[in-house]
């Protein structure tokens, strides 16, 4: 079940319980949809913050980096901020080789660079309310918080000021909101499920922790059972010029292992309850997204709606087990494959062959 976020914004505004169960309805419809393909392809994350912080520095790195990472298959930028990004998973790769696929097919996520939100823009400061058309139709907000000192990029306000910061985003969303009450629109702002992006230079992406504004912000985050993720928009964006062999030793030069969509793909999964299965065999190995708790024909139905309405049985066997194992072959004779109903719970990194019949 998602996680509810009425109370991410203010930690002192209390929320009507009505709110929750309309943010619900919102989430269940779109997500347990029975055309459900949708899915894996329209995961949309929004990124927000004040103006200068590095939102599109972040958008067109996270864009960049995703399409070196998935170079056969059609990622791209839709419009100048939309873009489609491969979920990297290593185990895409170790299930593709094992099973000699002609080709892999990662999830994918959609990030928006969503320019305009600025004080006032509730009341027609700025762009105005331009924003929330596509704001709107995201499935999570990050807002990226400017944790980075640096005398040639102006802030807004004039310092570095996270909460501050943060107070006044999460107010334009709170004010957006209630406009939009009026209007009895179920999908309210303020009930997406929001993520703390800071945006830190580049000495502090080893030890975020060190840097008081990320500390600050860690605060907020938590007292508003937000996440946070610490990450460089410098970085990504020096990295996607980088060729591919030389992004390892950069990055480790910097004391990380890797970059940072990885962690922000991650923590939105986490907040949104997301999980992966992976169908793999030698024309194609696949990973899908659903969310968790739901069933093998939910599941399948994910892939193809006839999978759900004609489904008879998953045999399934976990990601580990499969790997131990070689092969789906290997894996039957050992006994790990097993043949799963229409009541079992799919679990992370199952690899499902559904048996149907329509
Ligand atoms: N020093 C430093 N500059 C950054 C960083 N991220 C973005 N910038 C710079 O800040 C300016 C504004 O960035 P931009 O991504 O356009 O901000 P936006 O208005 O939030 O979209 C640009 O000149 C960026 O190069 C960072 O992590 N460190
Ligand atoms: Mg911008």
Redesign the pocket.
């Known amino acids: 079940m998602a996680r509810m976020a009425c109370h991410h914004l203010l930690p002192a505004l209390s929320v009507p319980s009505s709110r929750h169960y309309a943010g619900a309805f919102h989430f269940q419809s779109r997500f347990s949809s029975s055309s459900a393909s949708k899915i894996s392809m329209s995961l949309k994350a929004g990124i927000v ?10 958008f067109n790195a996270v864009v960049e980096n995703g399409k070196a990472q998935a170079a056969n298959f059609p990622f791209c930028t839709i419009e100048p901020n939309v873009g489609i990004v491969a979920v990297p998973d290593q185990r895409l790769t170790v299930l593709s080789h094992l099973s000699k696929s002609q080709r892999s097919v990662p999830a994918s996520i959609e990030f928006v ?1 969503i ?1 305009g939100l600025v004080k006032g823009a509730s009341q027609g400061e700025g762009l105005g309310n331009k924003f929330l058309s596509h704001i709107r139709e995201v499935d999570s907000i990050l807002q ?1 918080v400017r944790c ?1 000192e ?1 005398n040639d ?1 102006v802030h807004v306000n004039g310092k570095i000021d996270p909460r501050s910061d943060i107070e006044v985003i999460n107010l334009e969303l709170i004010f957006s909101d209630l406009e939009q009450e009026a209007l009895k629109h179920l999908c309210l702002l303020t009930m997406k499920p929001l993520i703390y992006v800071a ?3 580049e000495s502090d992406l080893a030890e975020p922790r060190n840097n008081p504004h990320v500390r600050e912000v860690m605060t907020l985050a938590s007292d508003l059972q937000s996440e946070l993720v610490a990450i ?4 990504e ?1 020096e990295l996607s010029e980088l060729p591919p062999e030389e992004r390892s030793e950069f990055l480790g030069s910097l004391g990380v292992s890797e970059s940072g969509l990885g962690n922000l793909i991650r923590a939105t999964y986490r907040l949104l309850g997301l999980r992966t299965y992976f169908t793999s065999g030698e024309k194609e190995t696949k990973a899908w997204t659903i969310q968790a708790g739901m069933t093998a024909p939910q599941a399948a139905g994910v892939i193809h709606s006839d999978f759900e309405r004609g489904f008879i049985r998953a045999e399934t066997v976990s990601y580990d087990d499969f790997v131990a194992a070689g092969s789906l072959a290997a894996a039957r004779e050992r006994g790990v494959l097993r043949s799963e109903g229409k009541d079992y719970i799919v679990q992370e990194g199952d690899v499902m062959l559904f048996r149907f019949n329509v």
């Open positions: 913050g004040l103006p200068n912080v590095g939102k599109s520095t972040l660079d320019a990226v980075f640096d990029i945006n830190v230079a460089s928009a410098q970085v964006s």
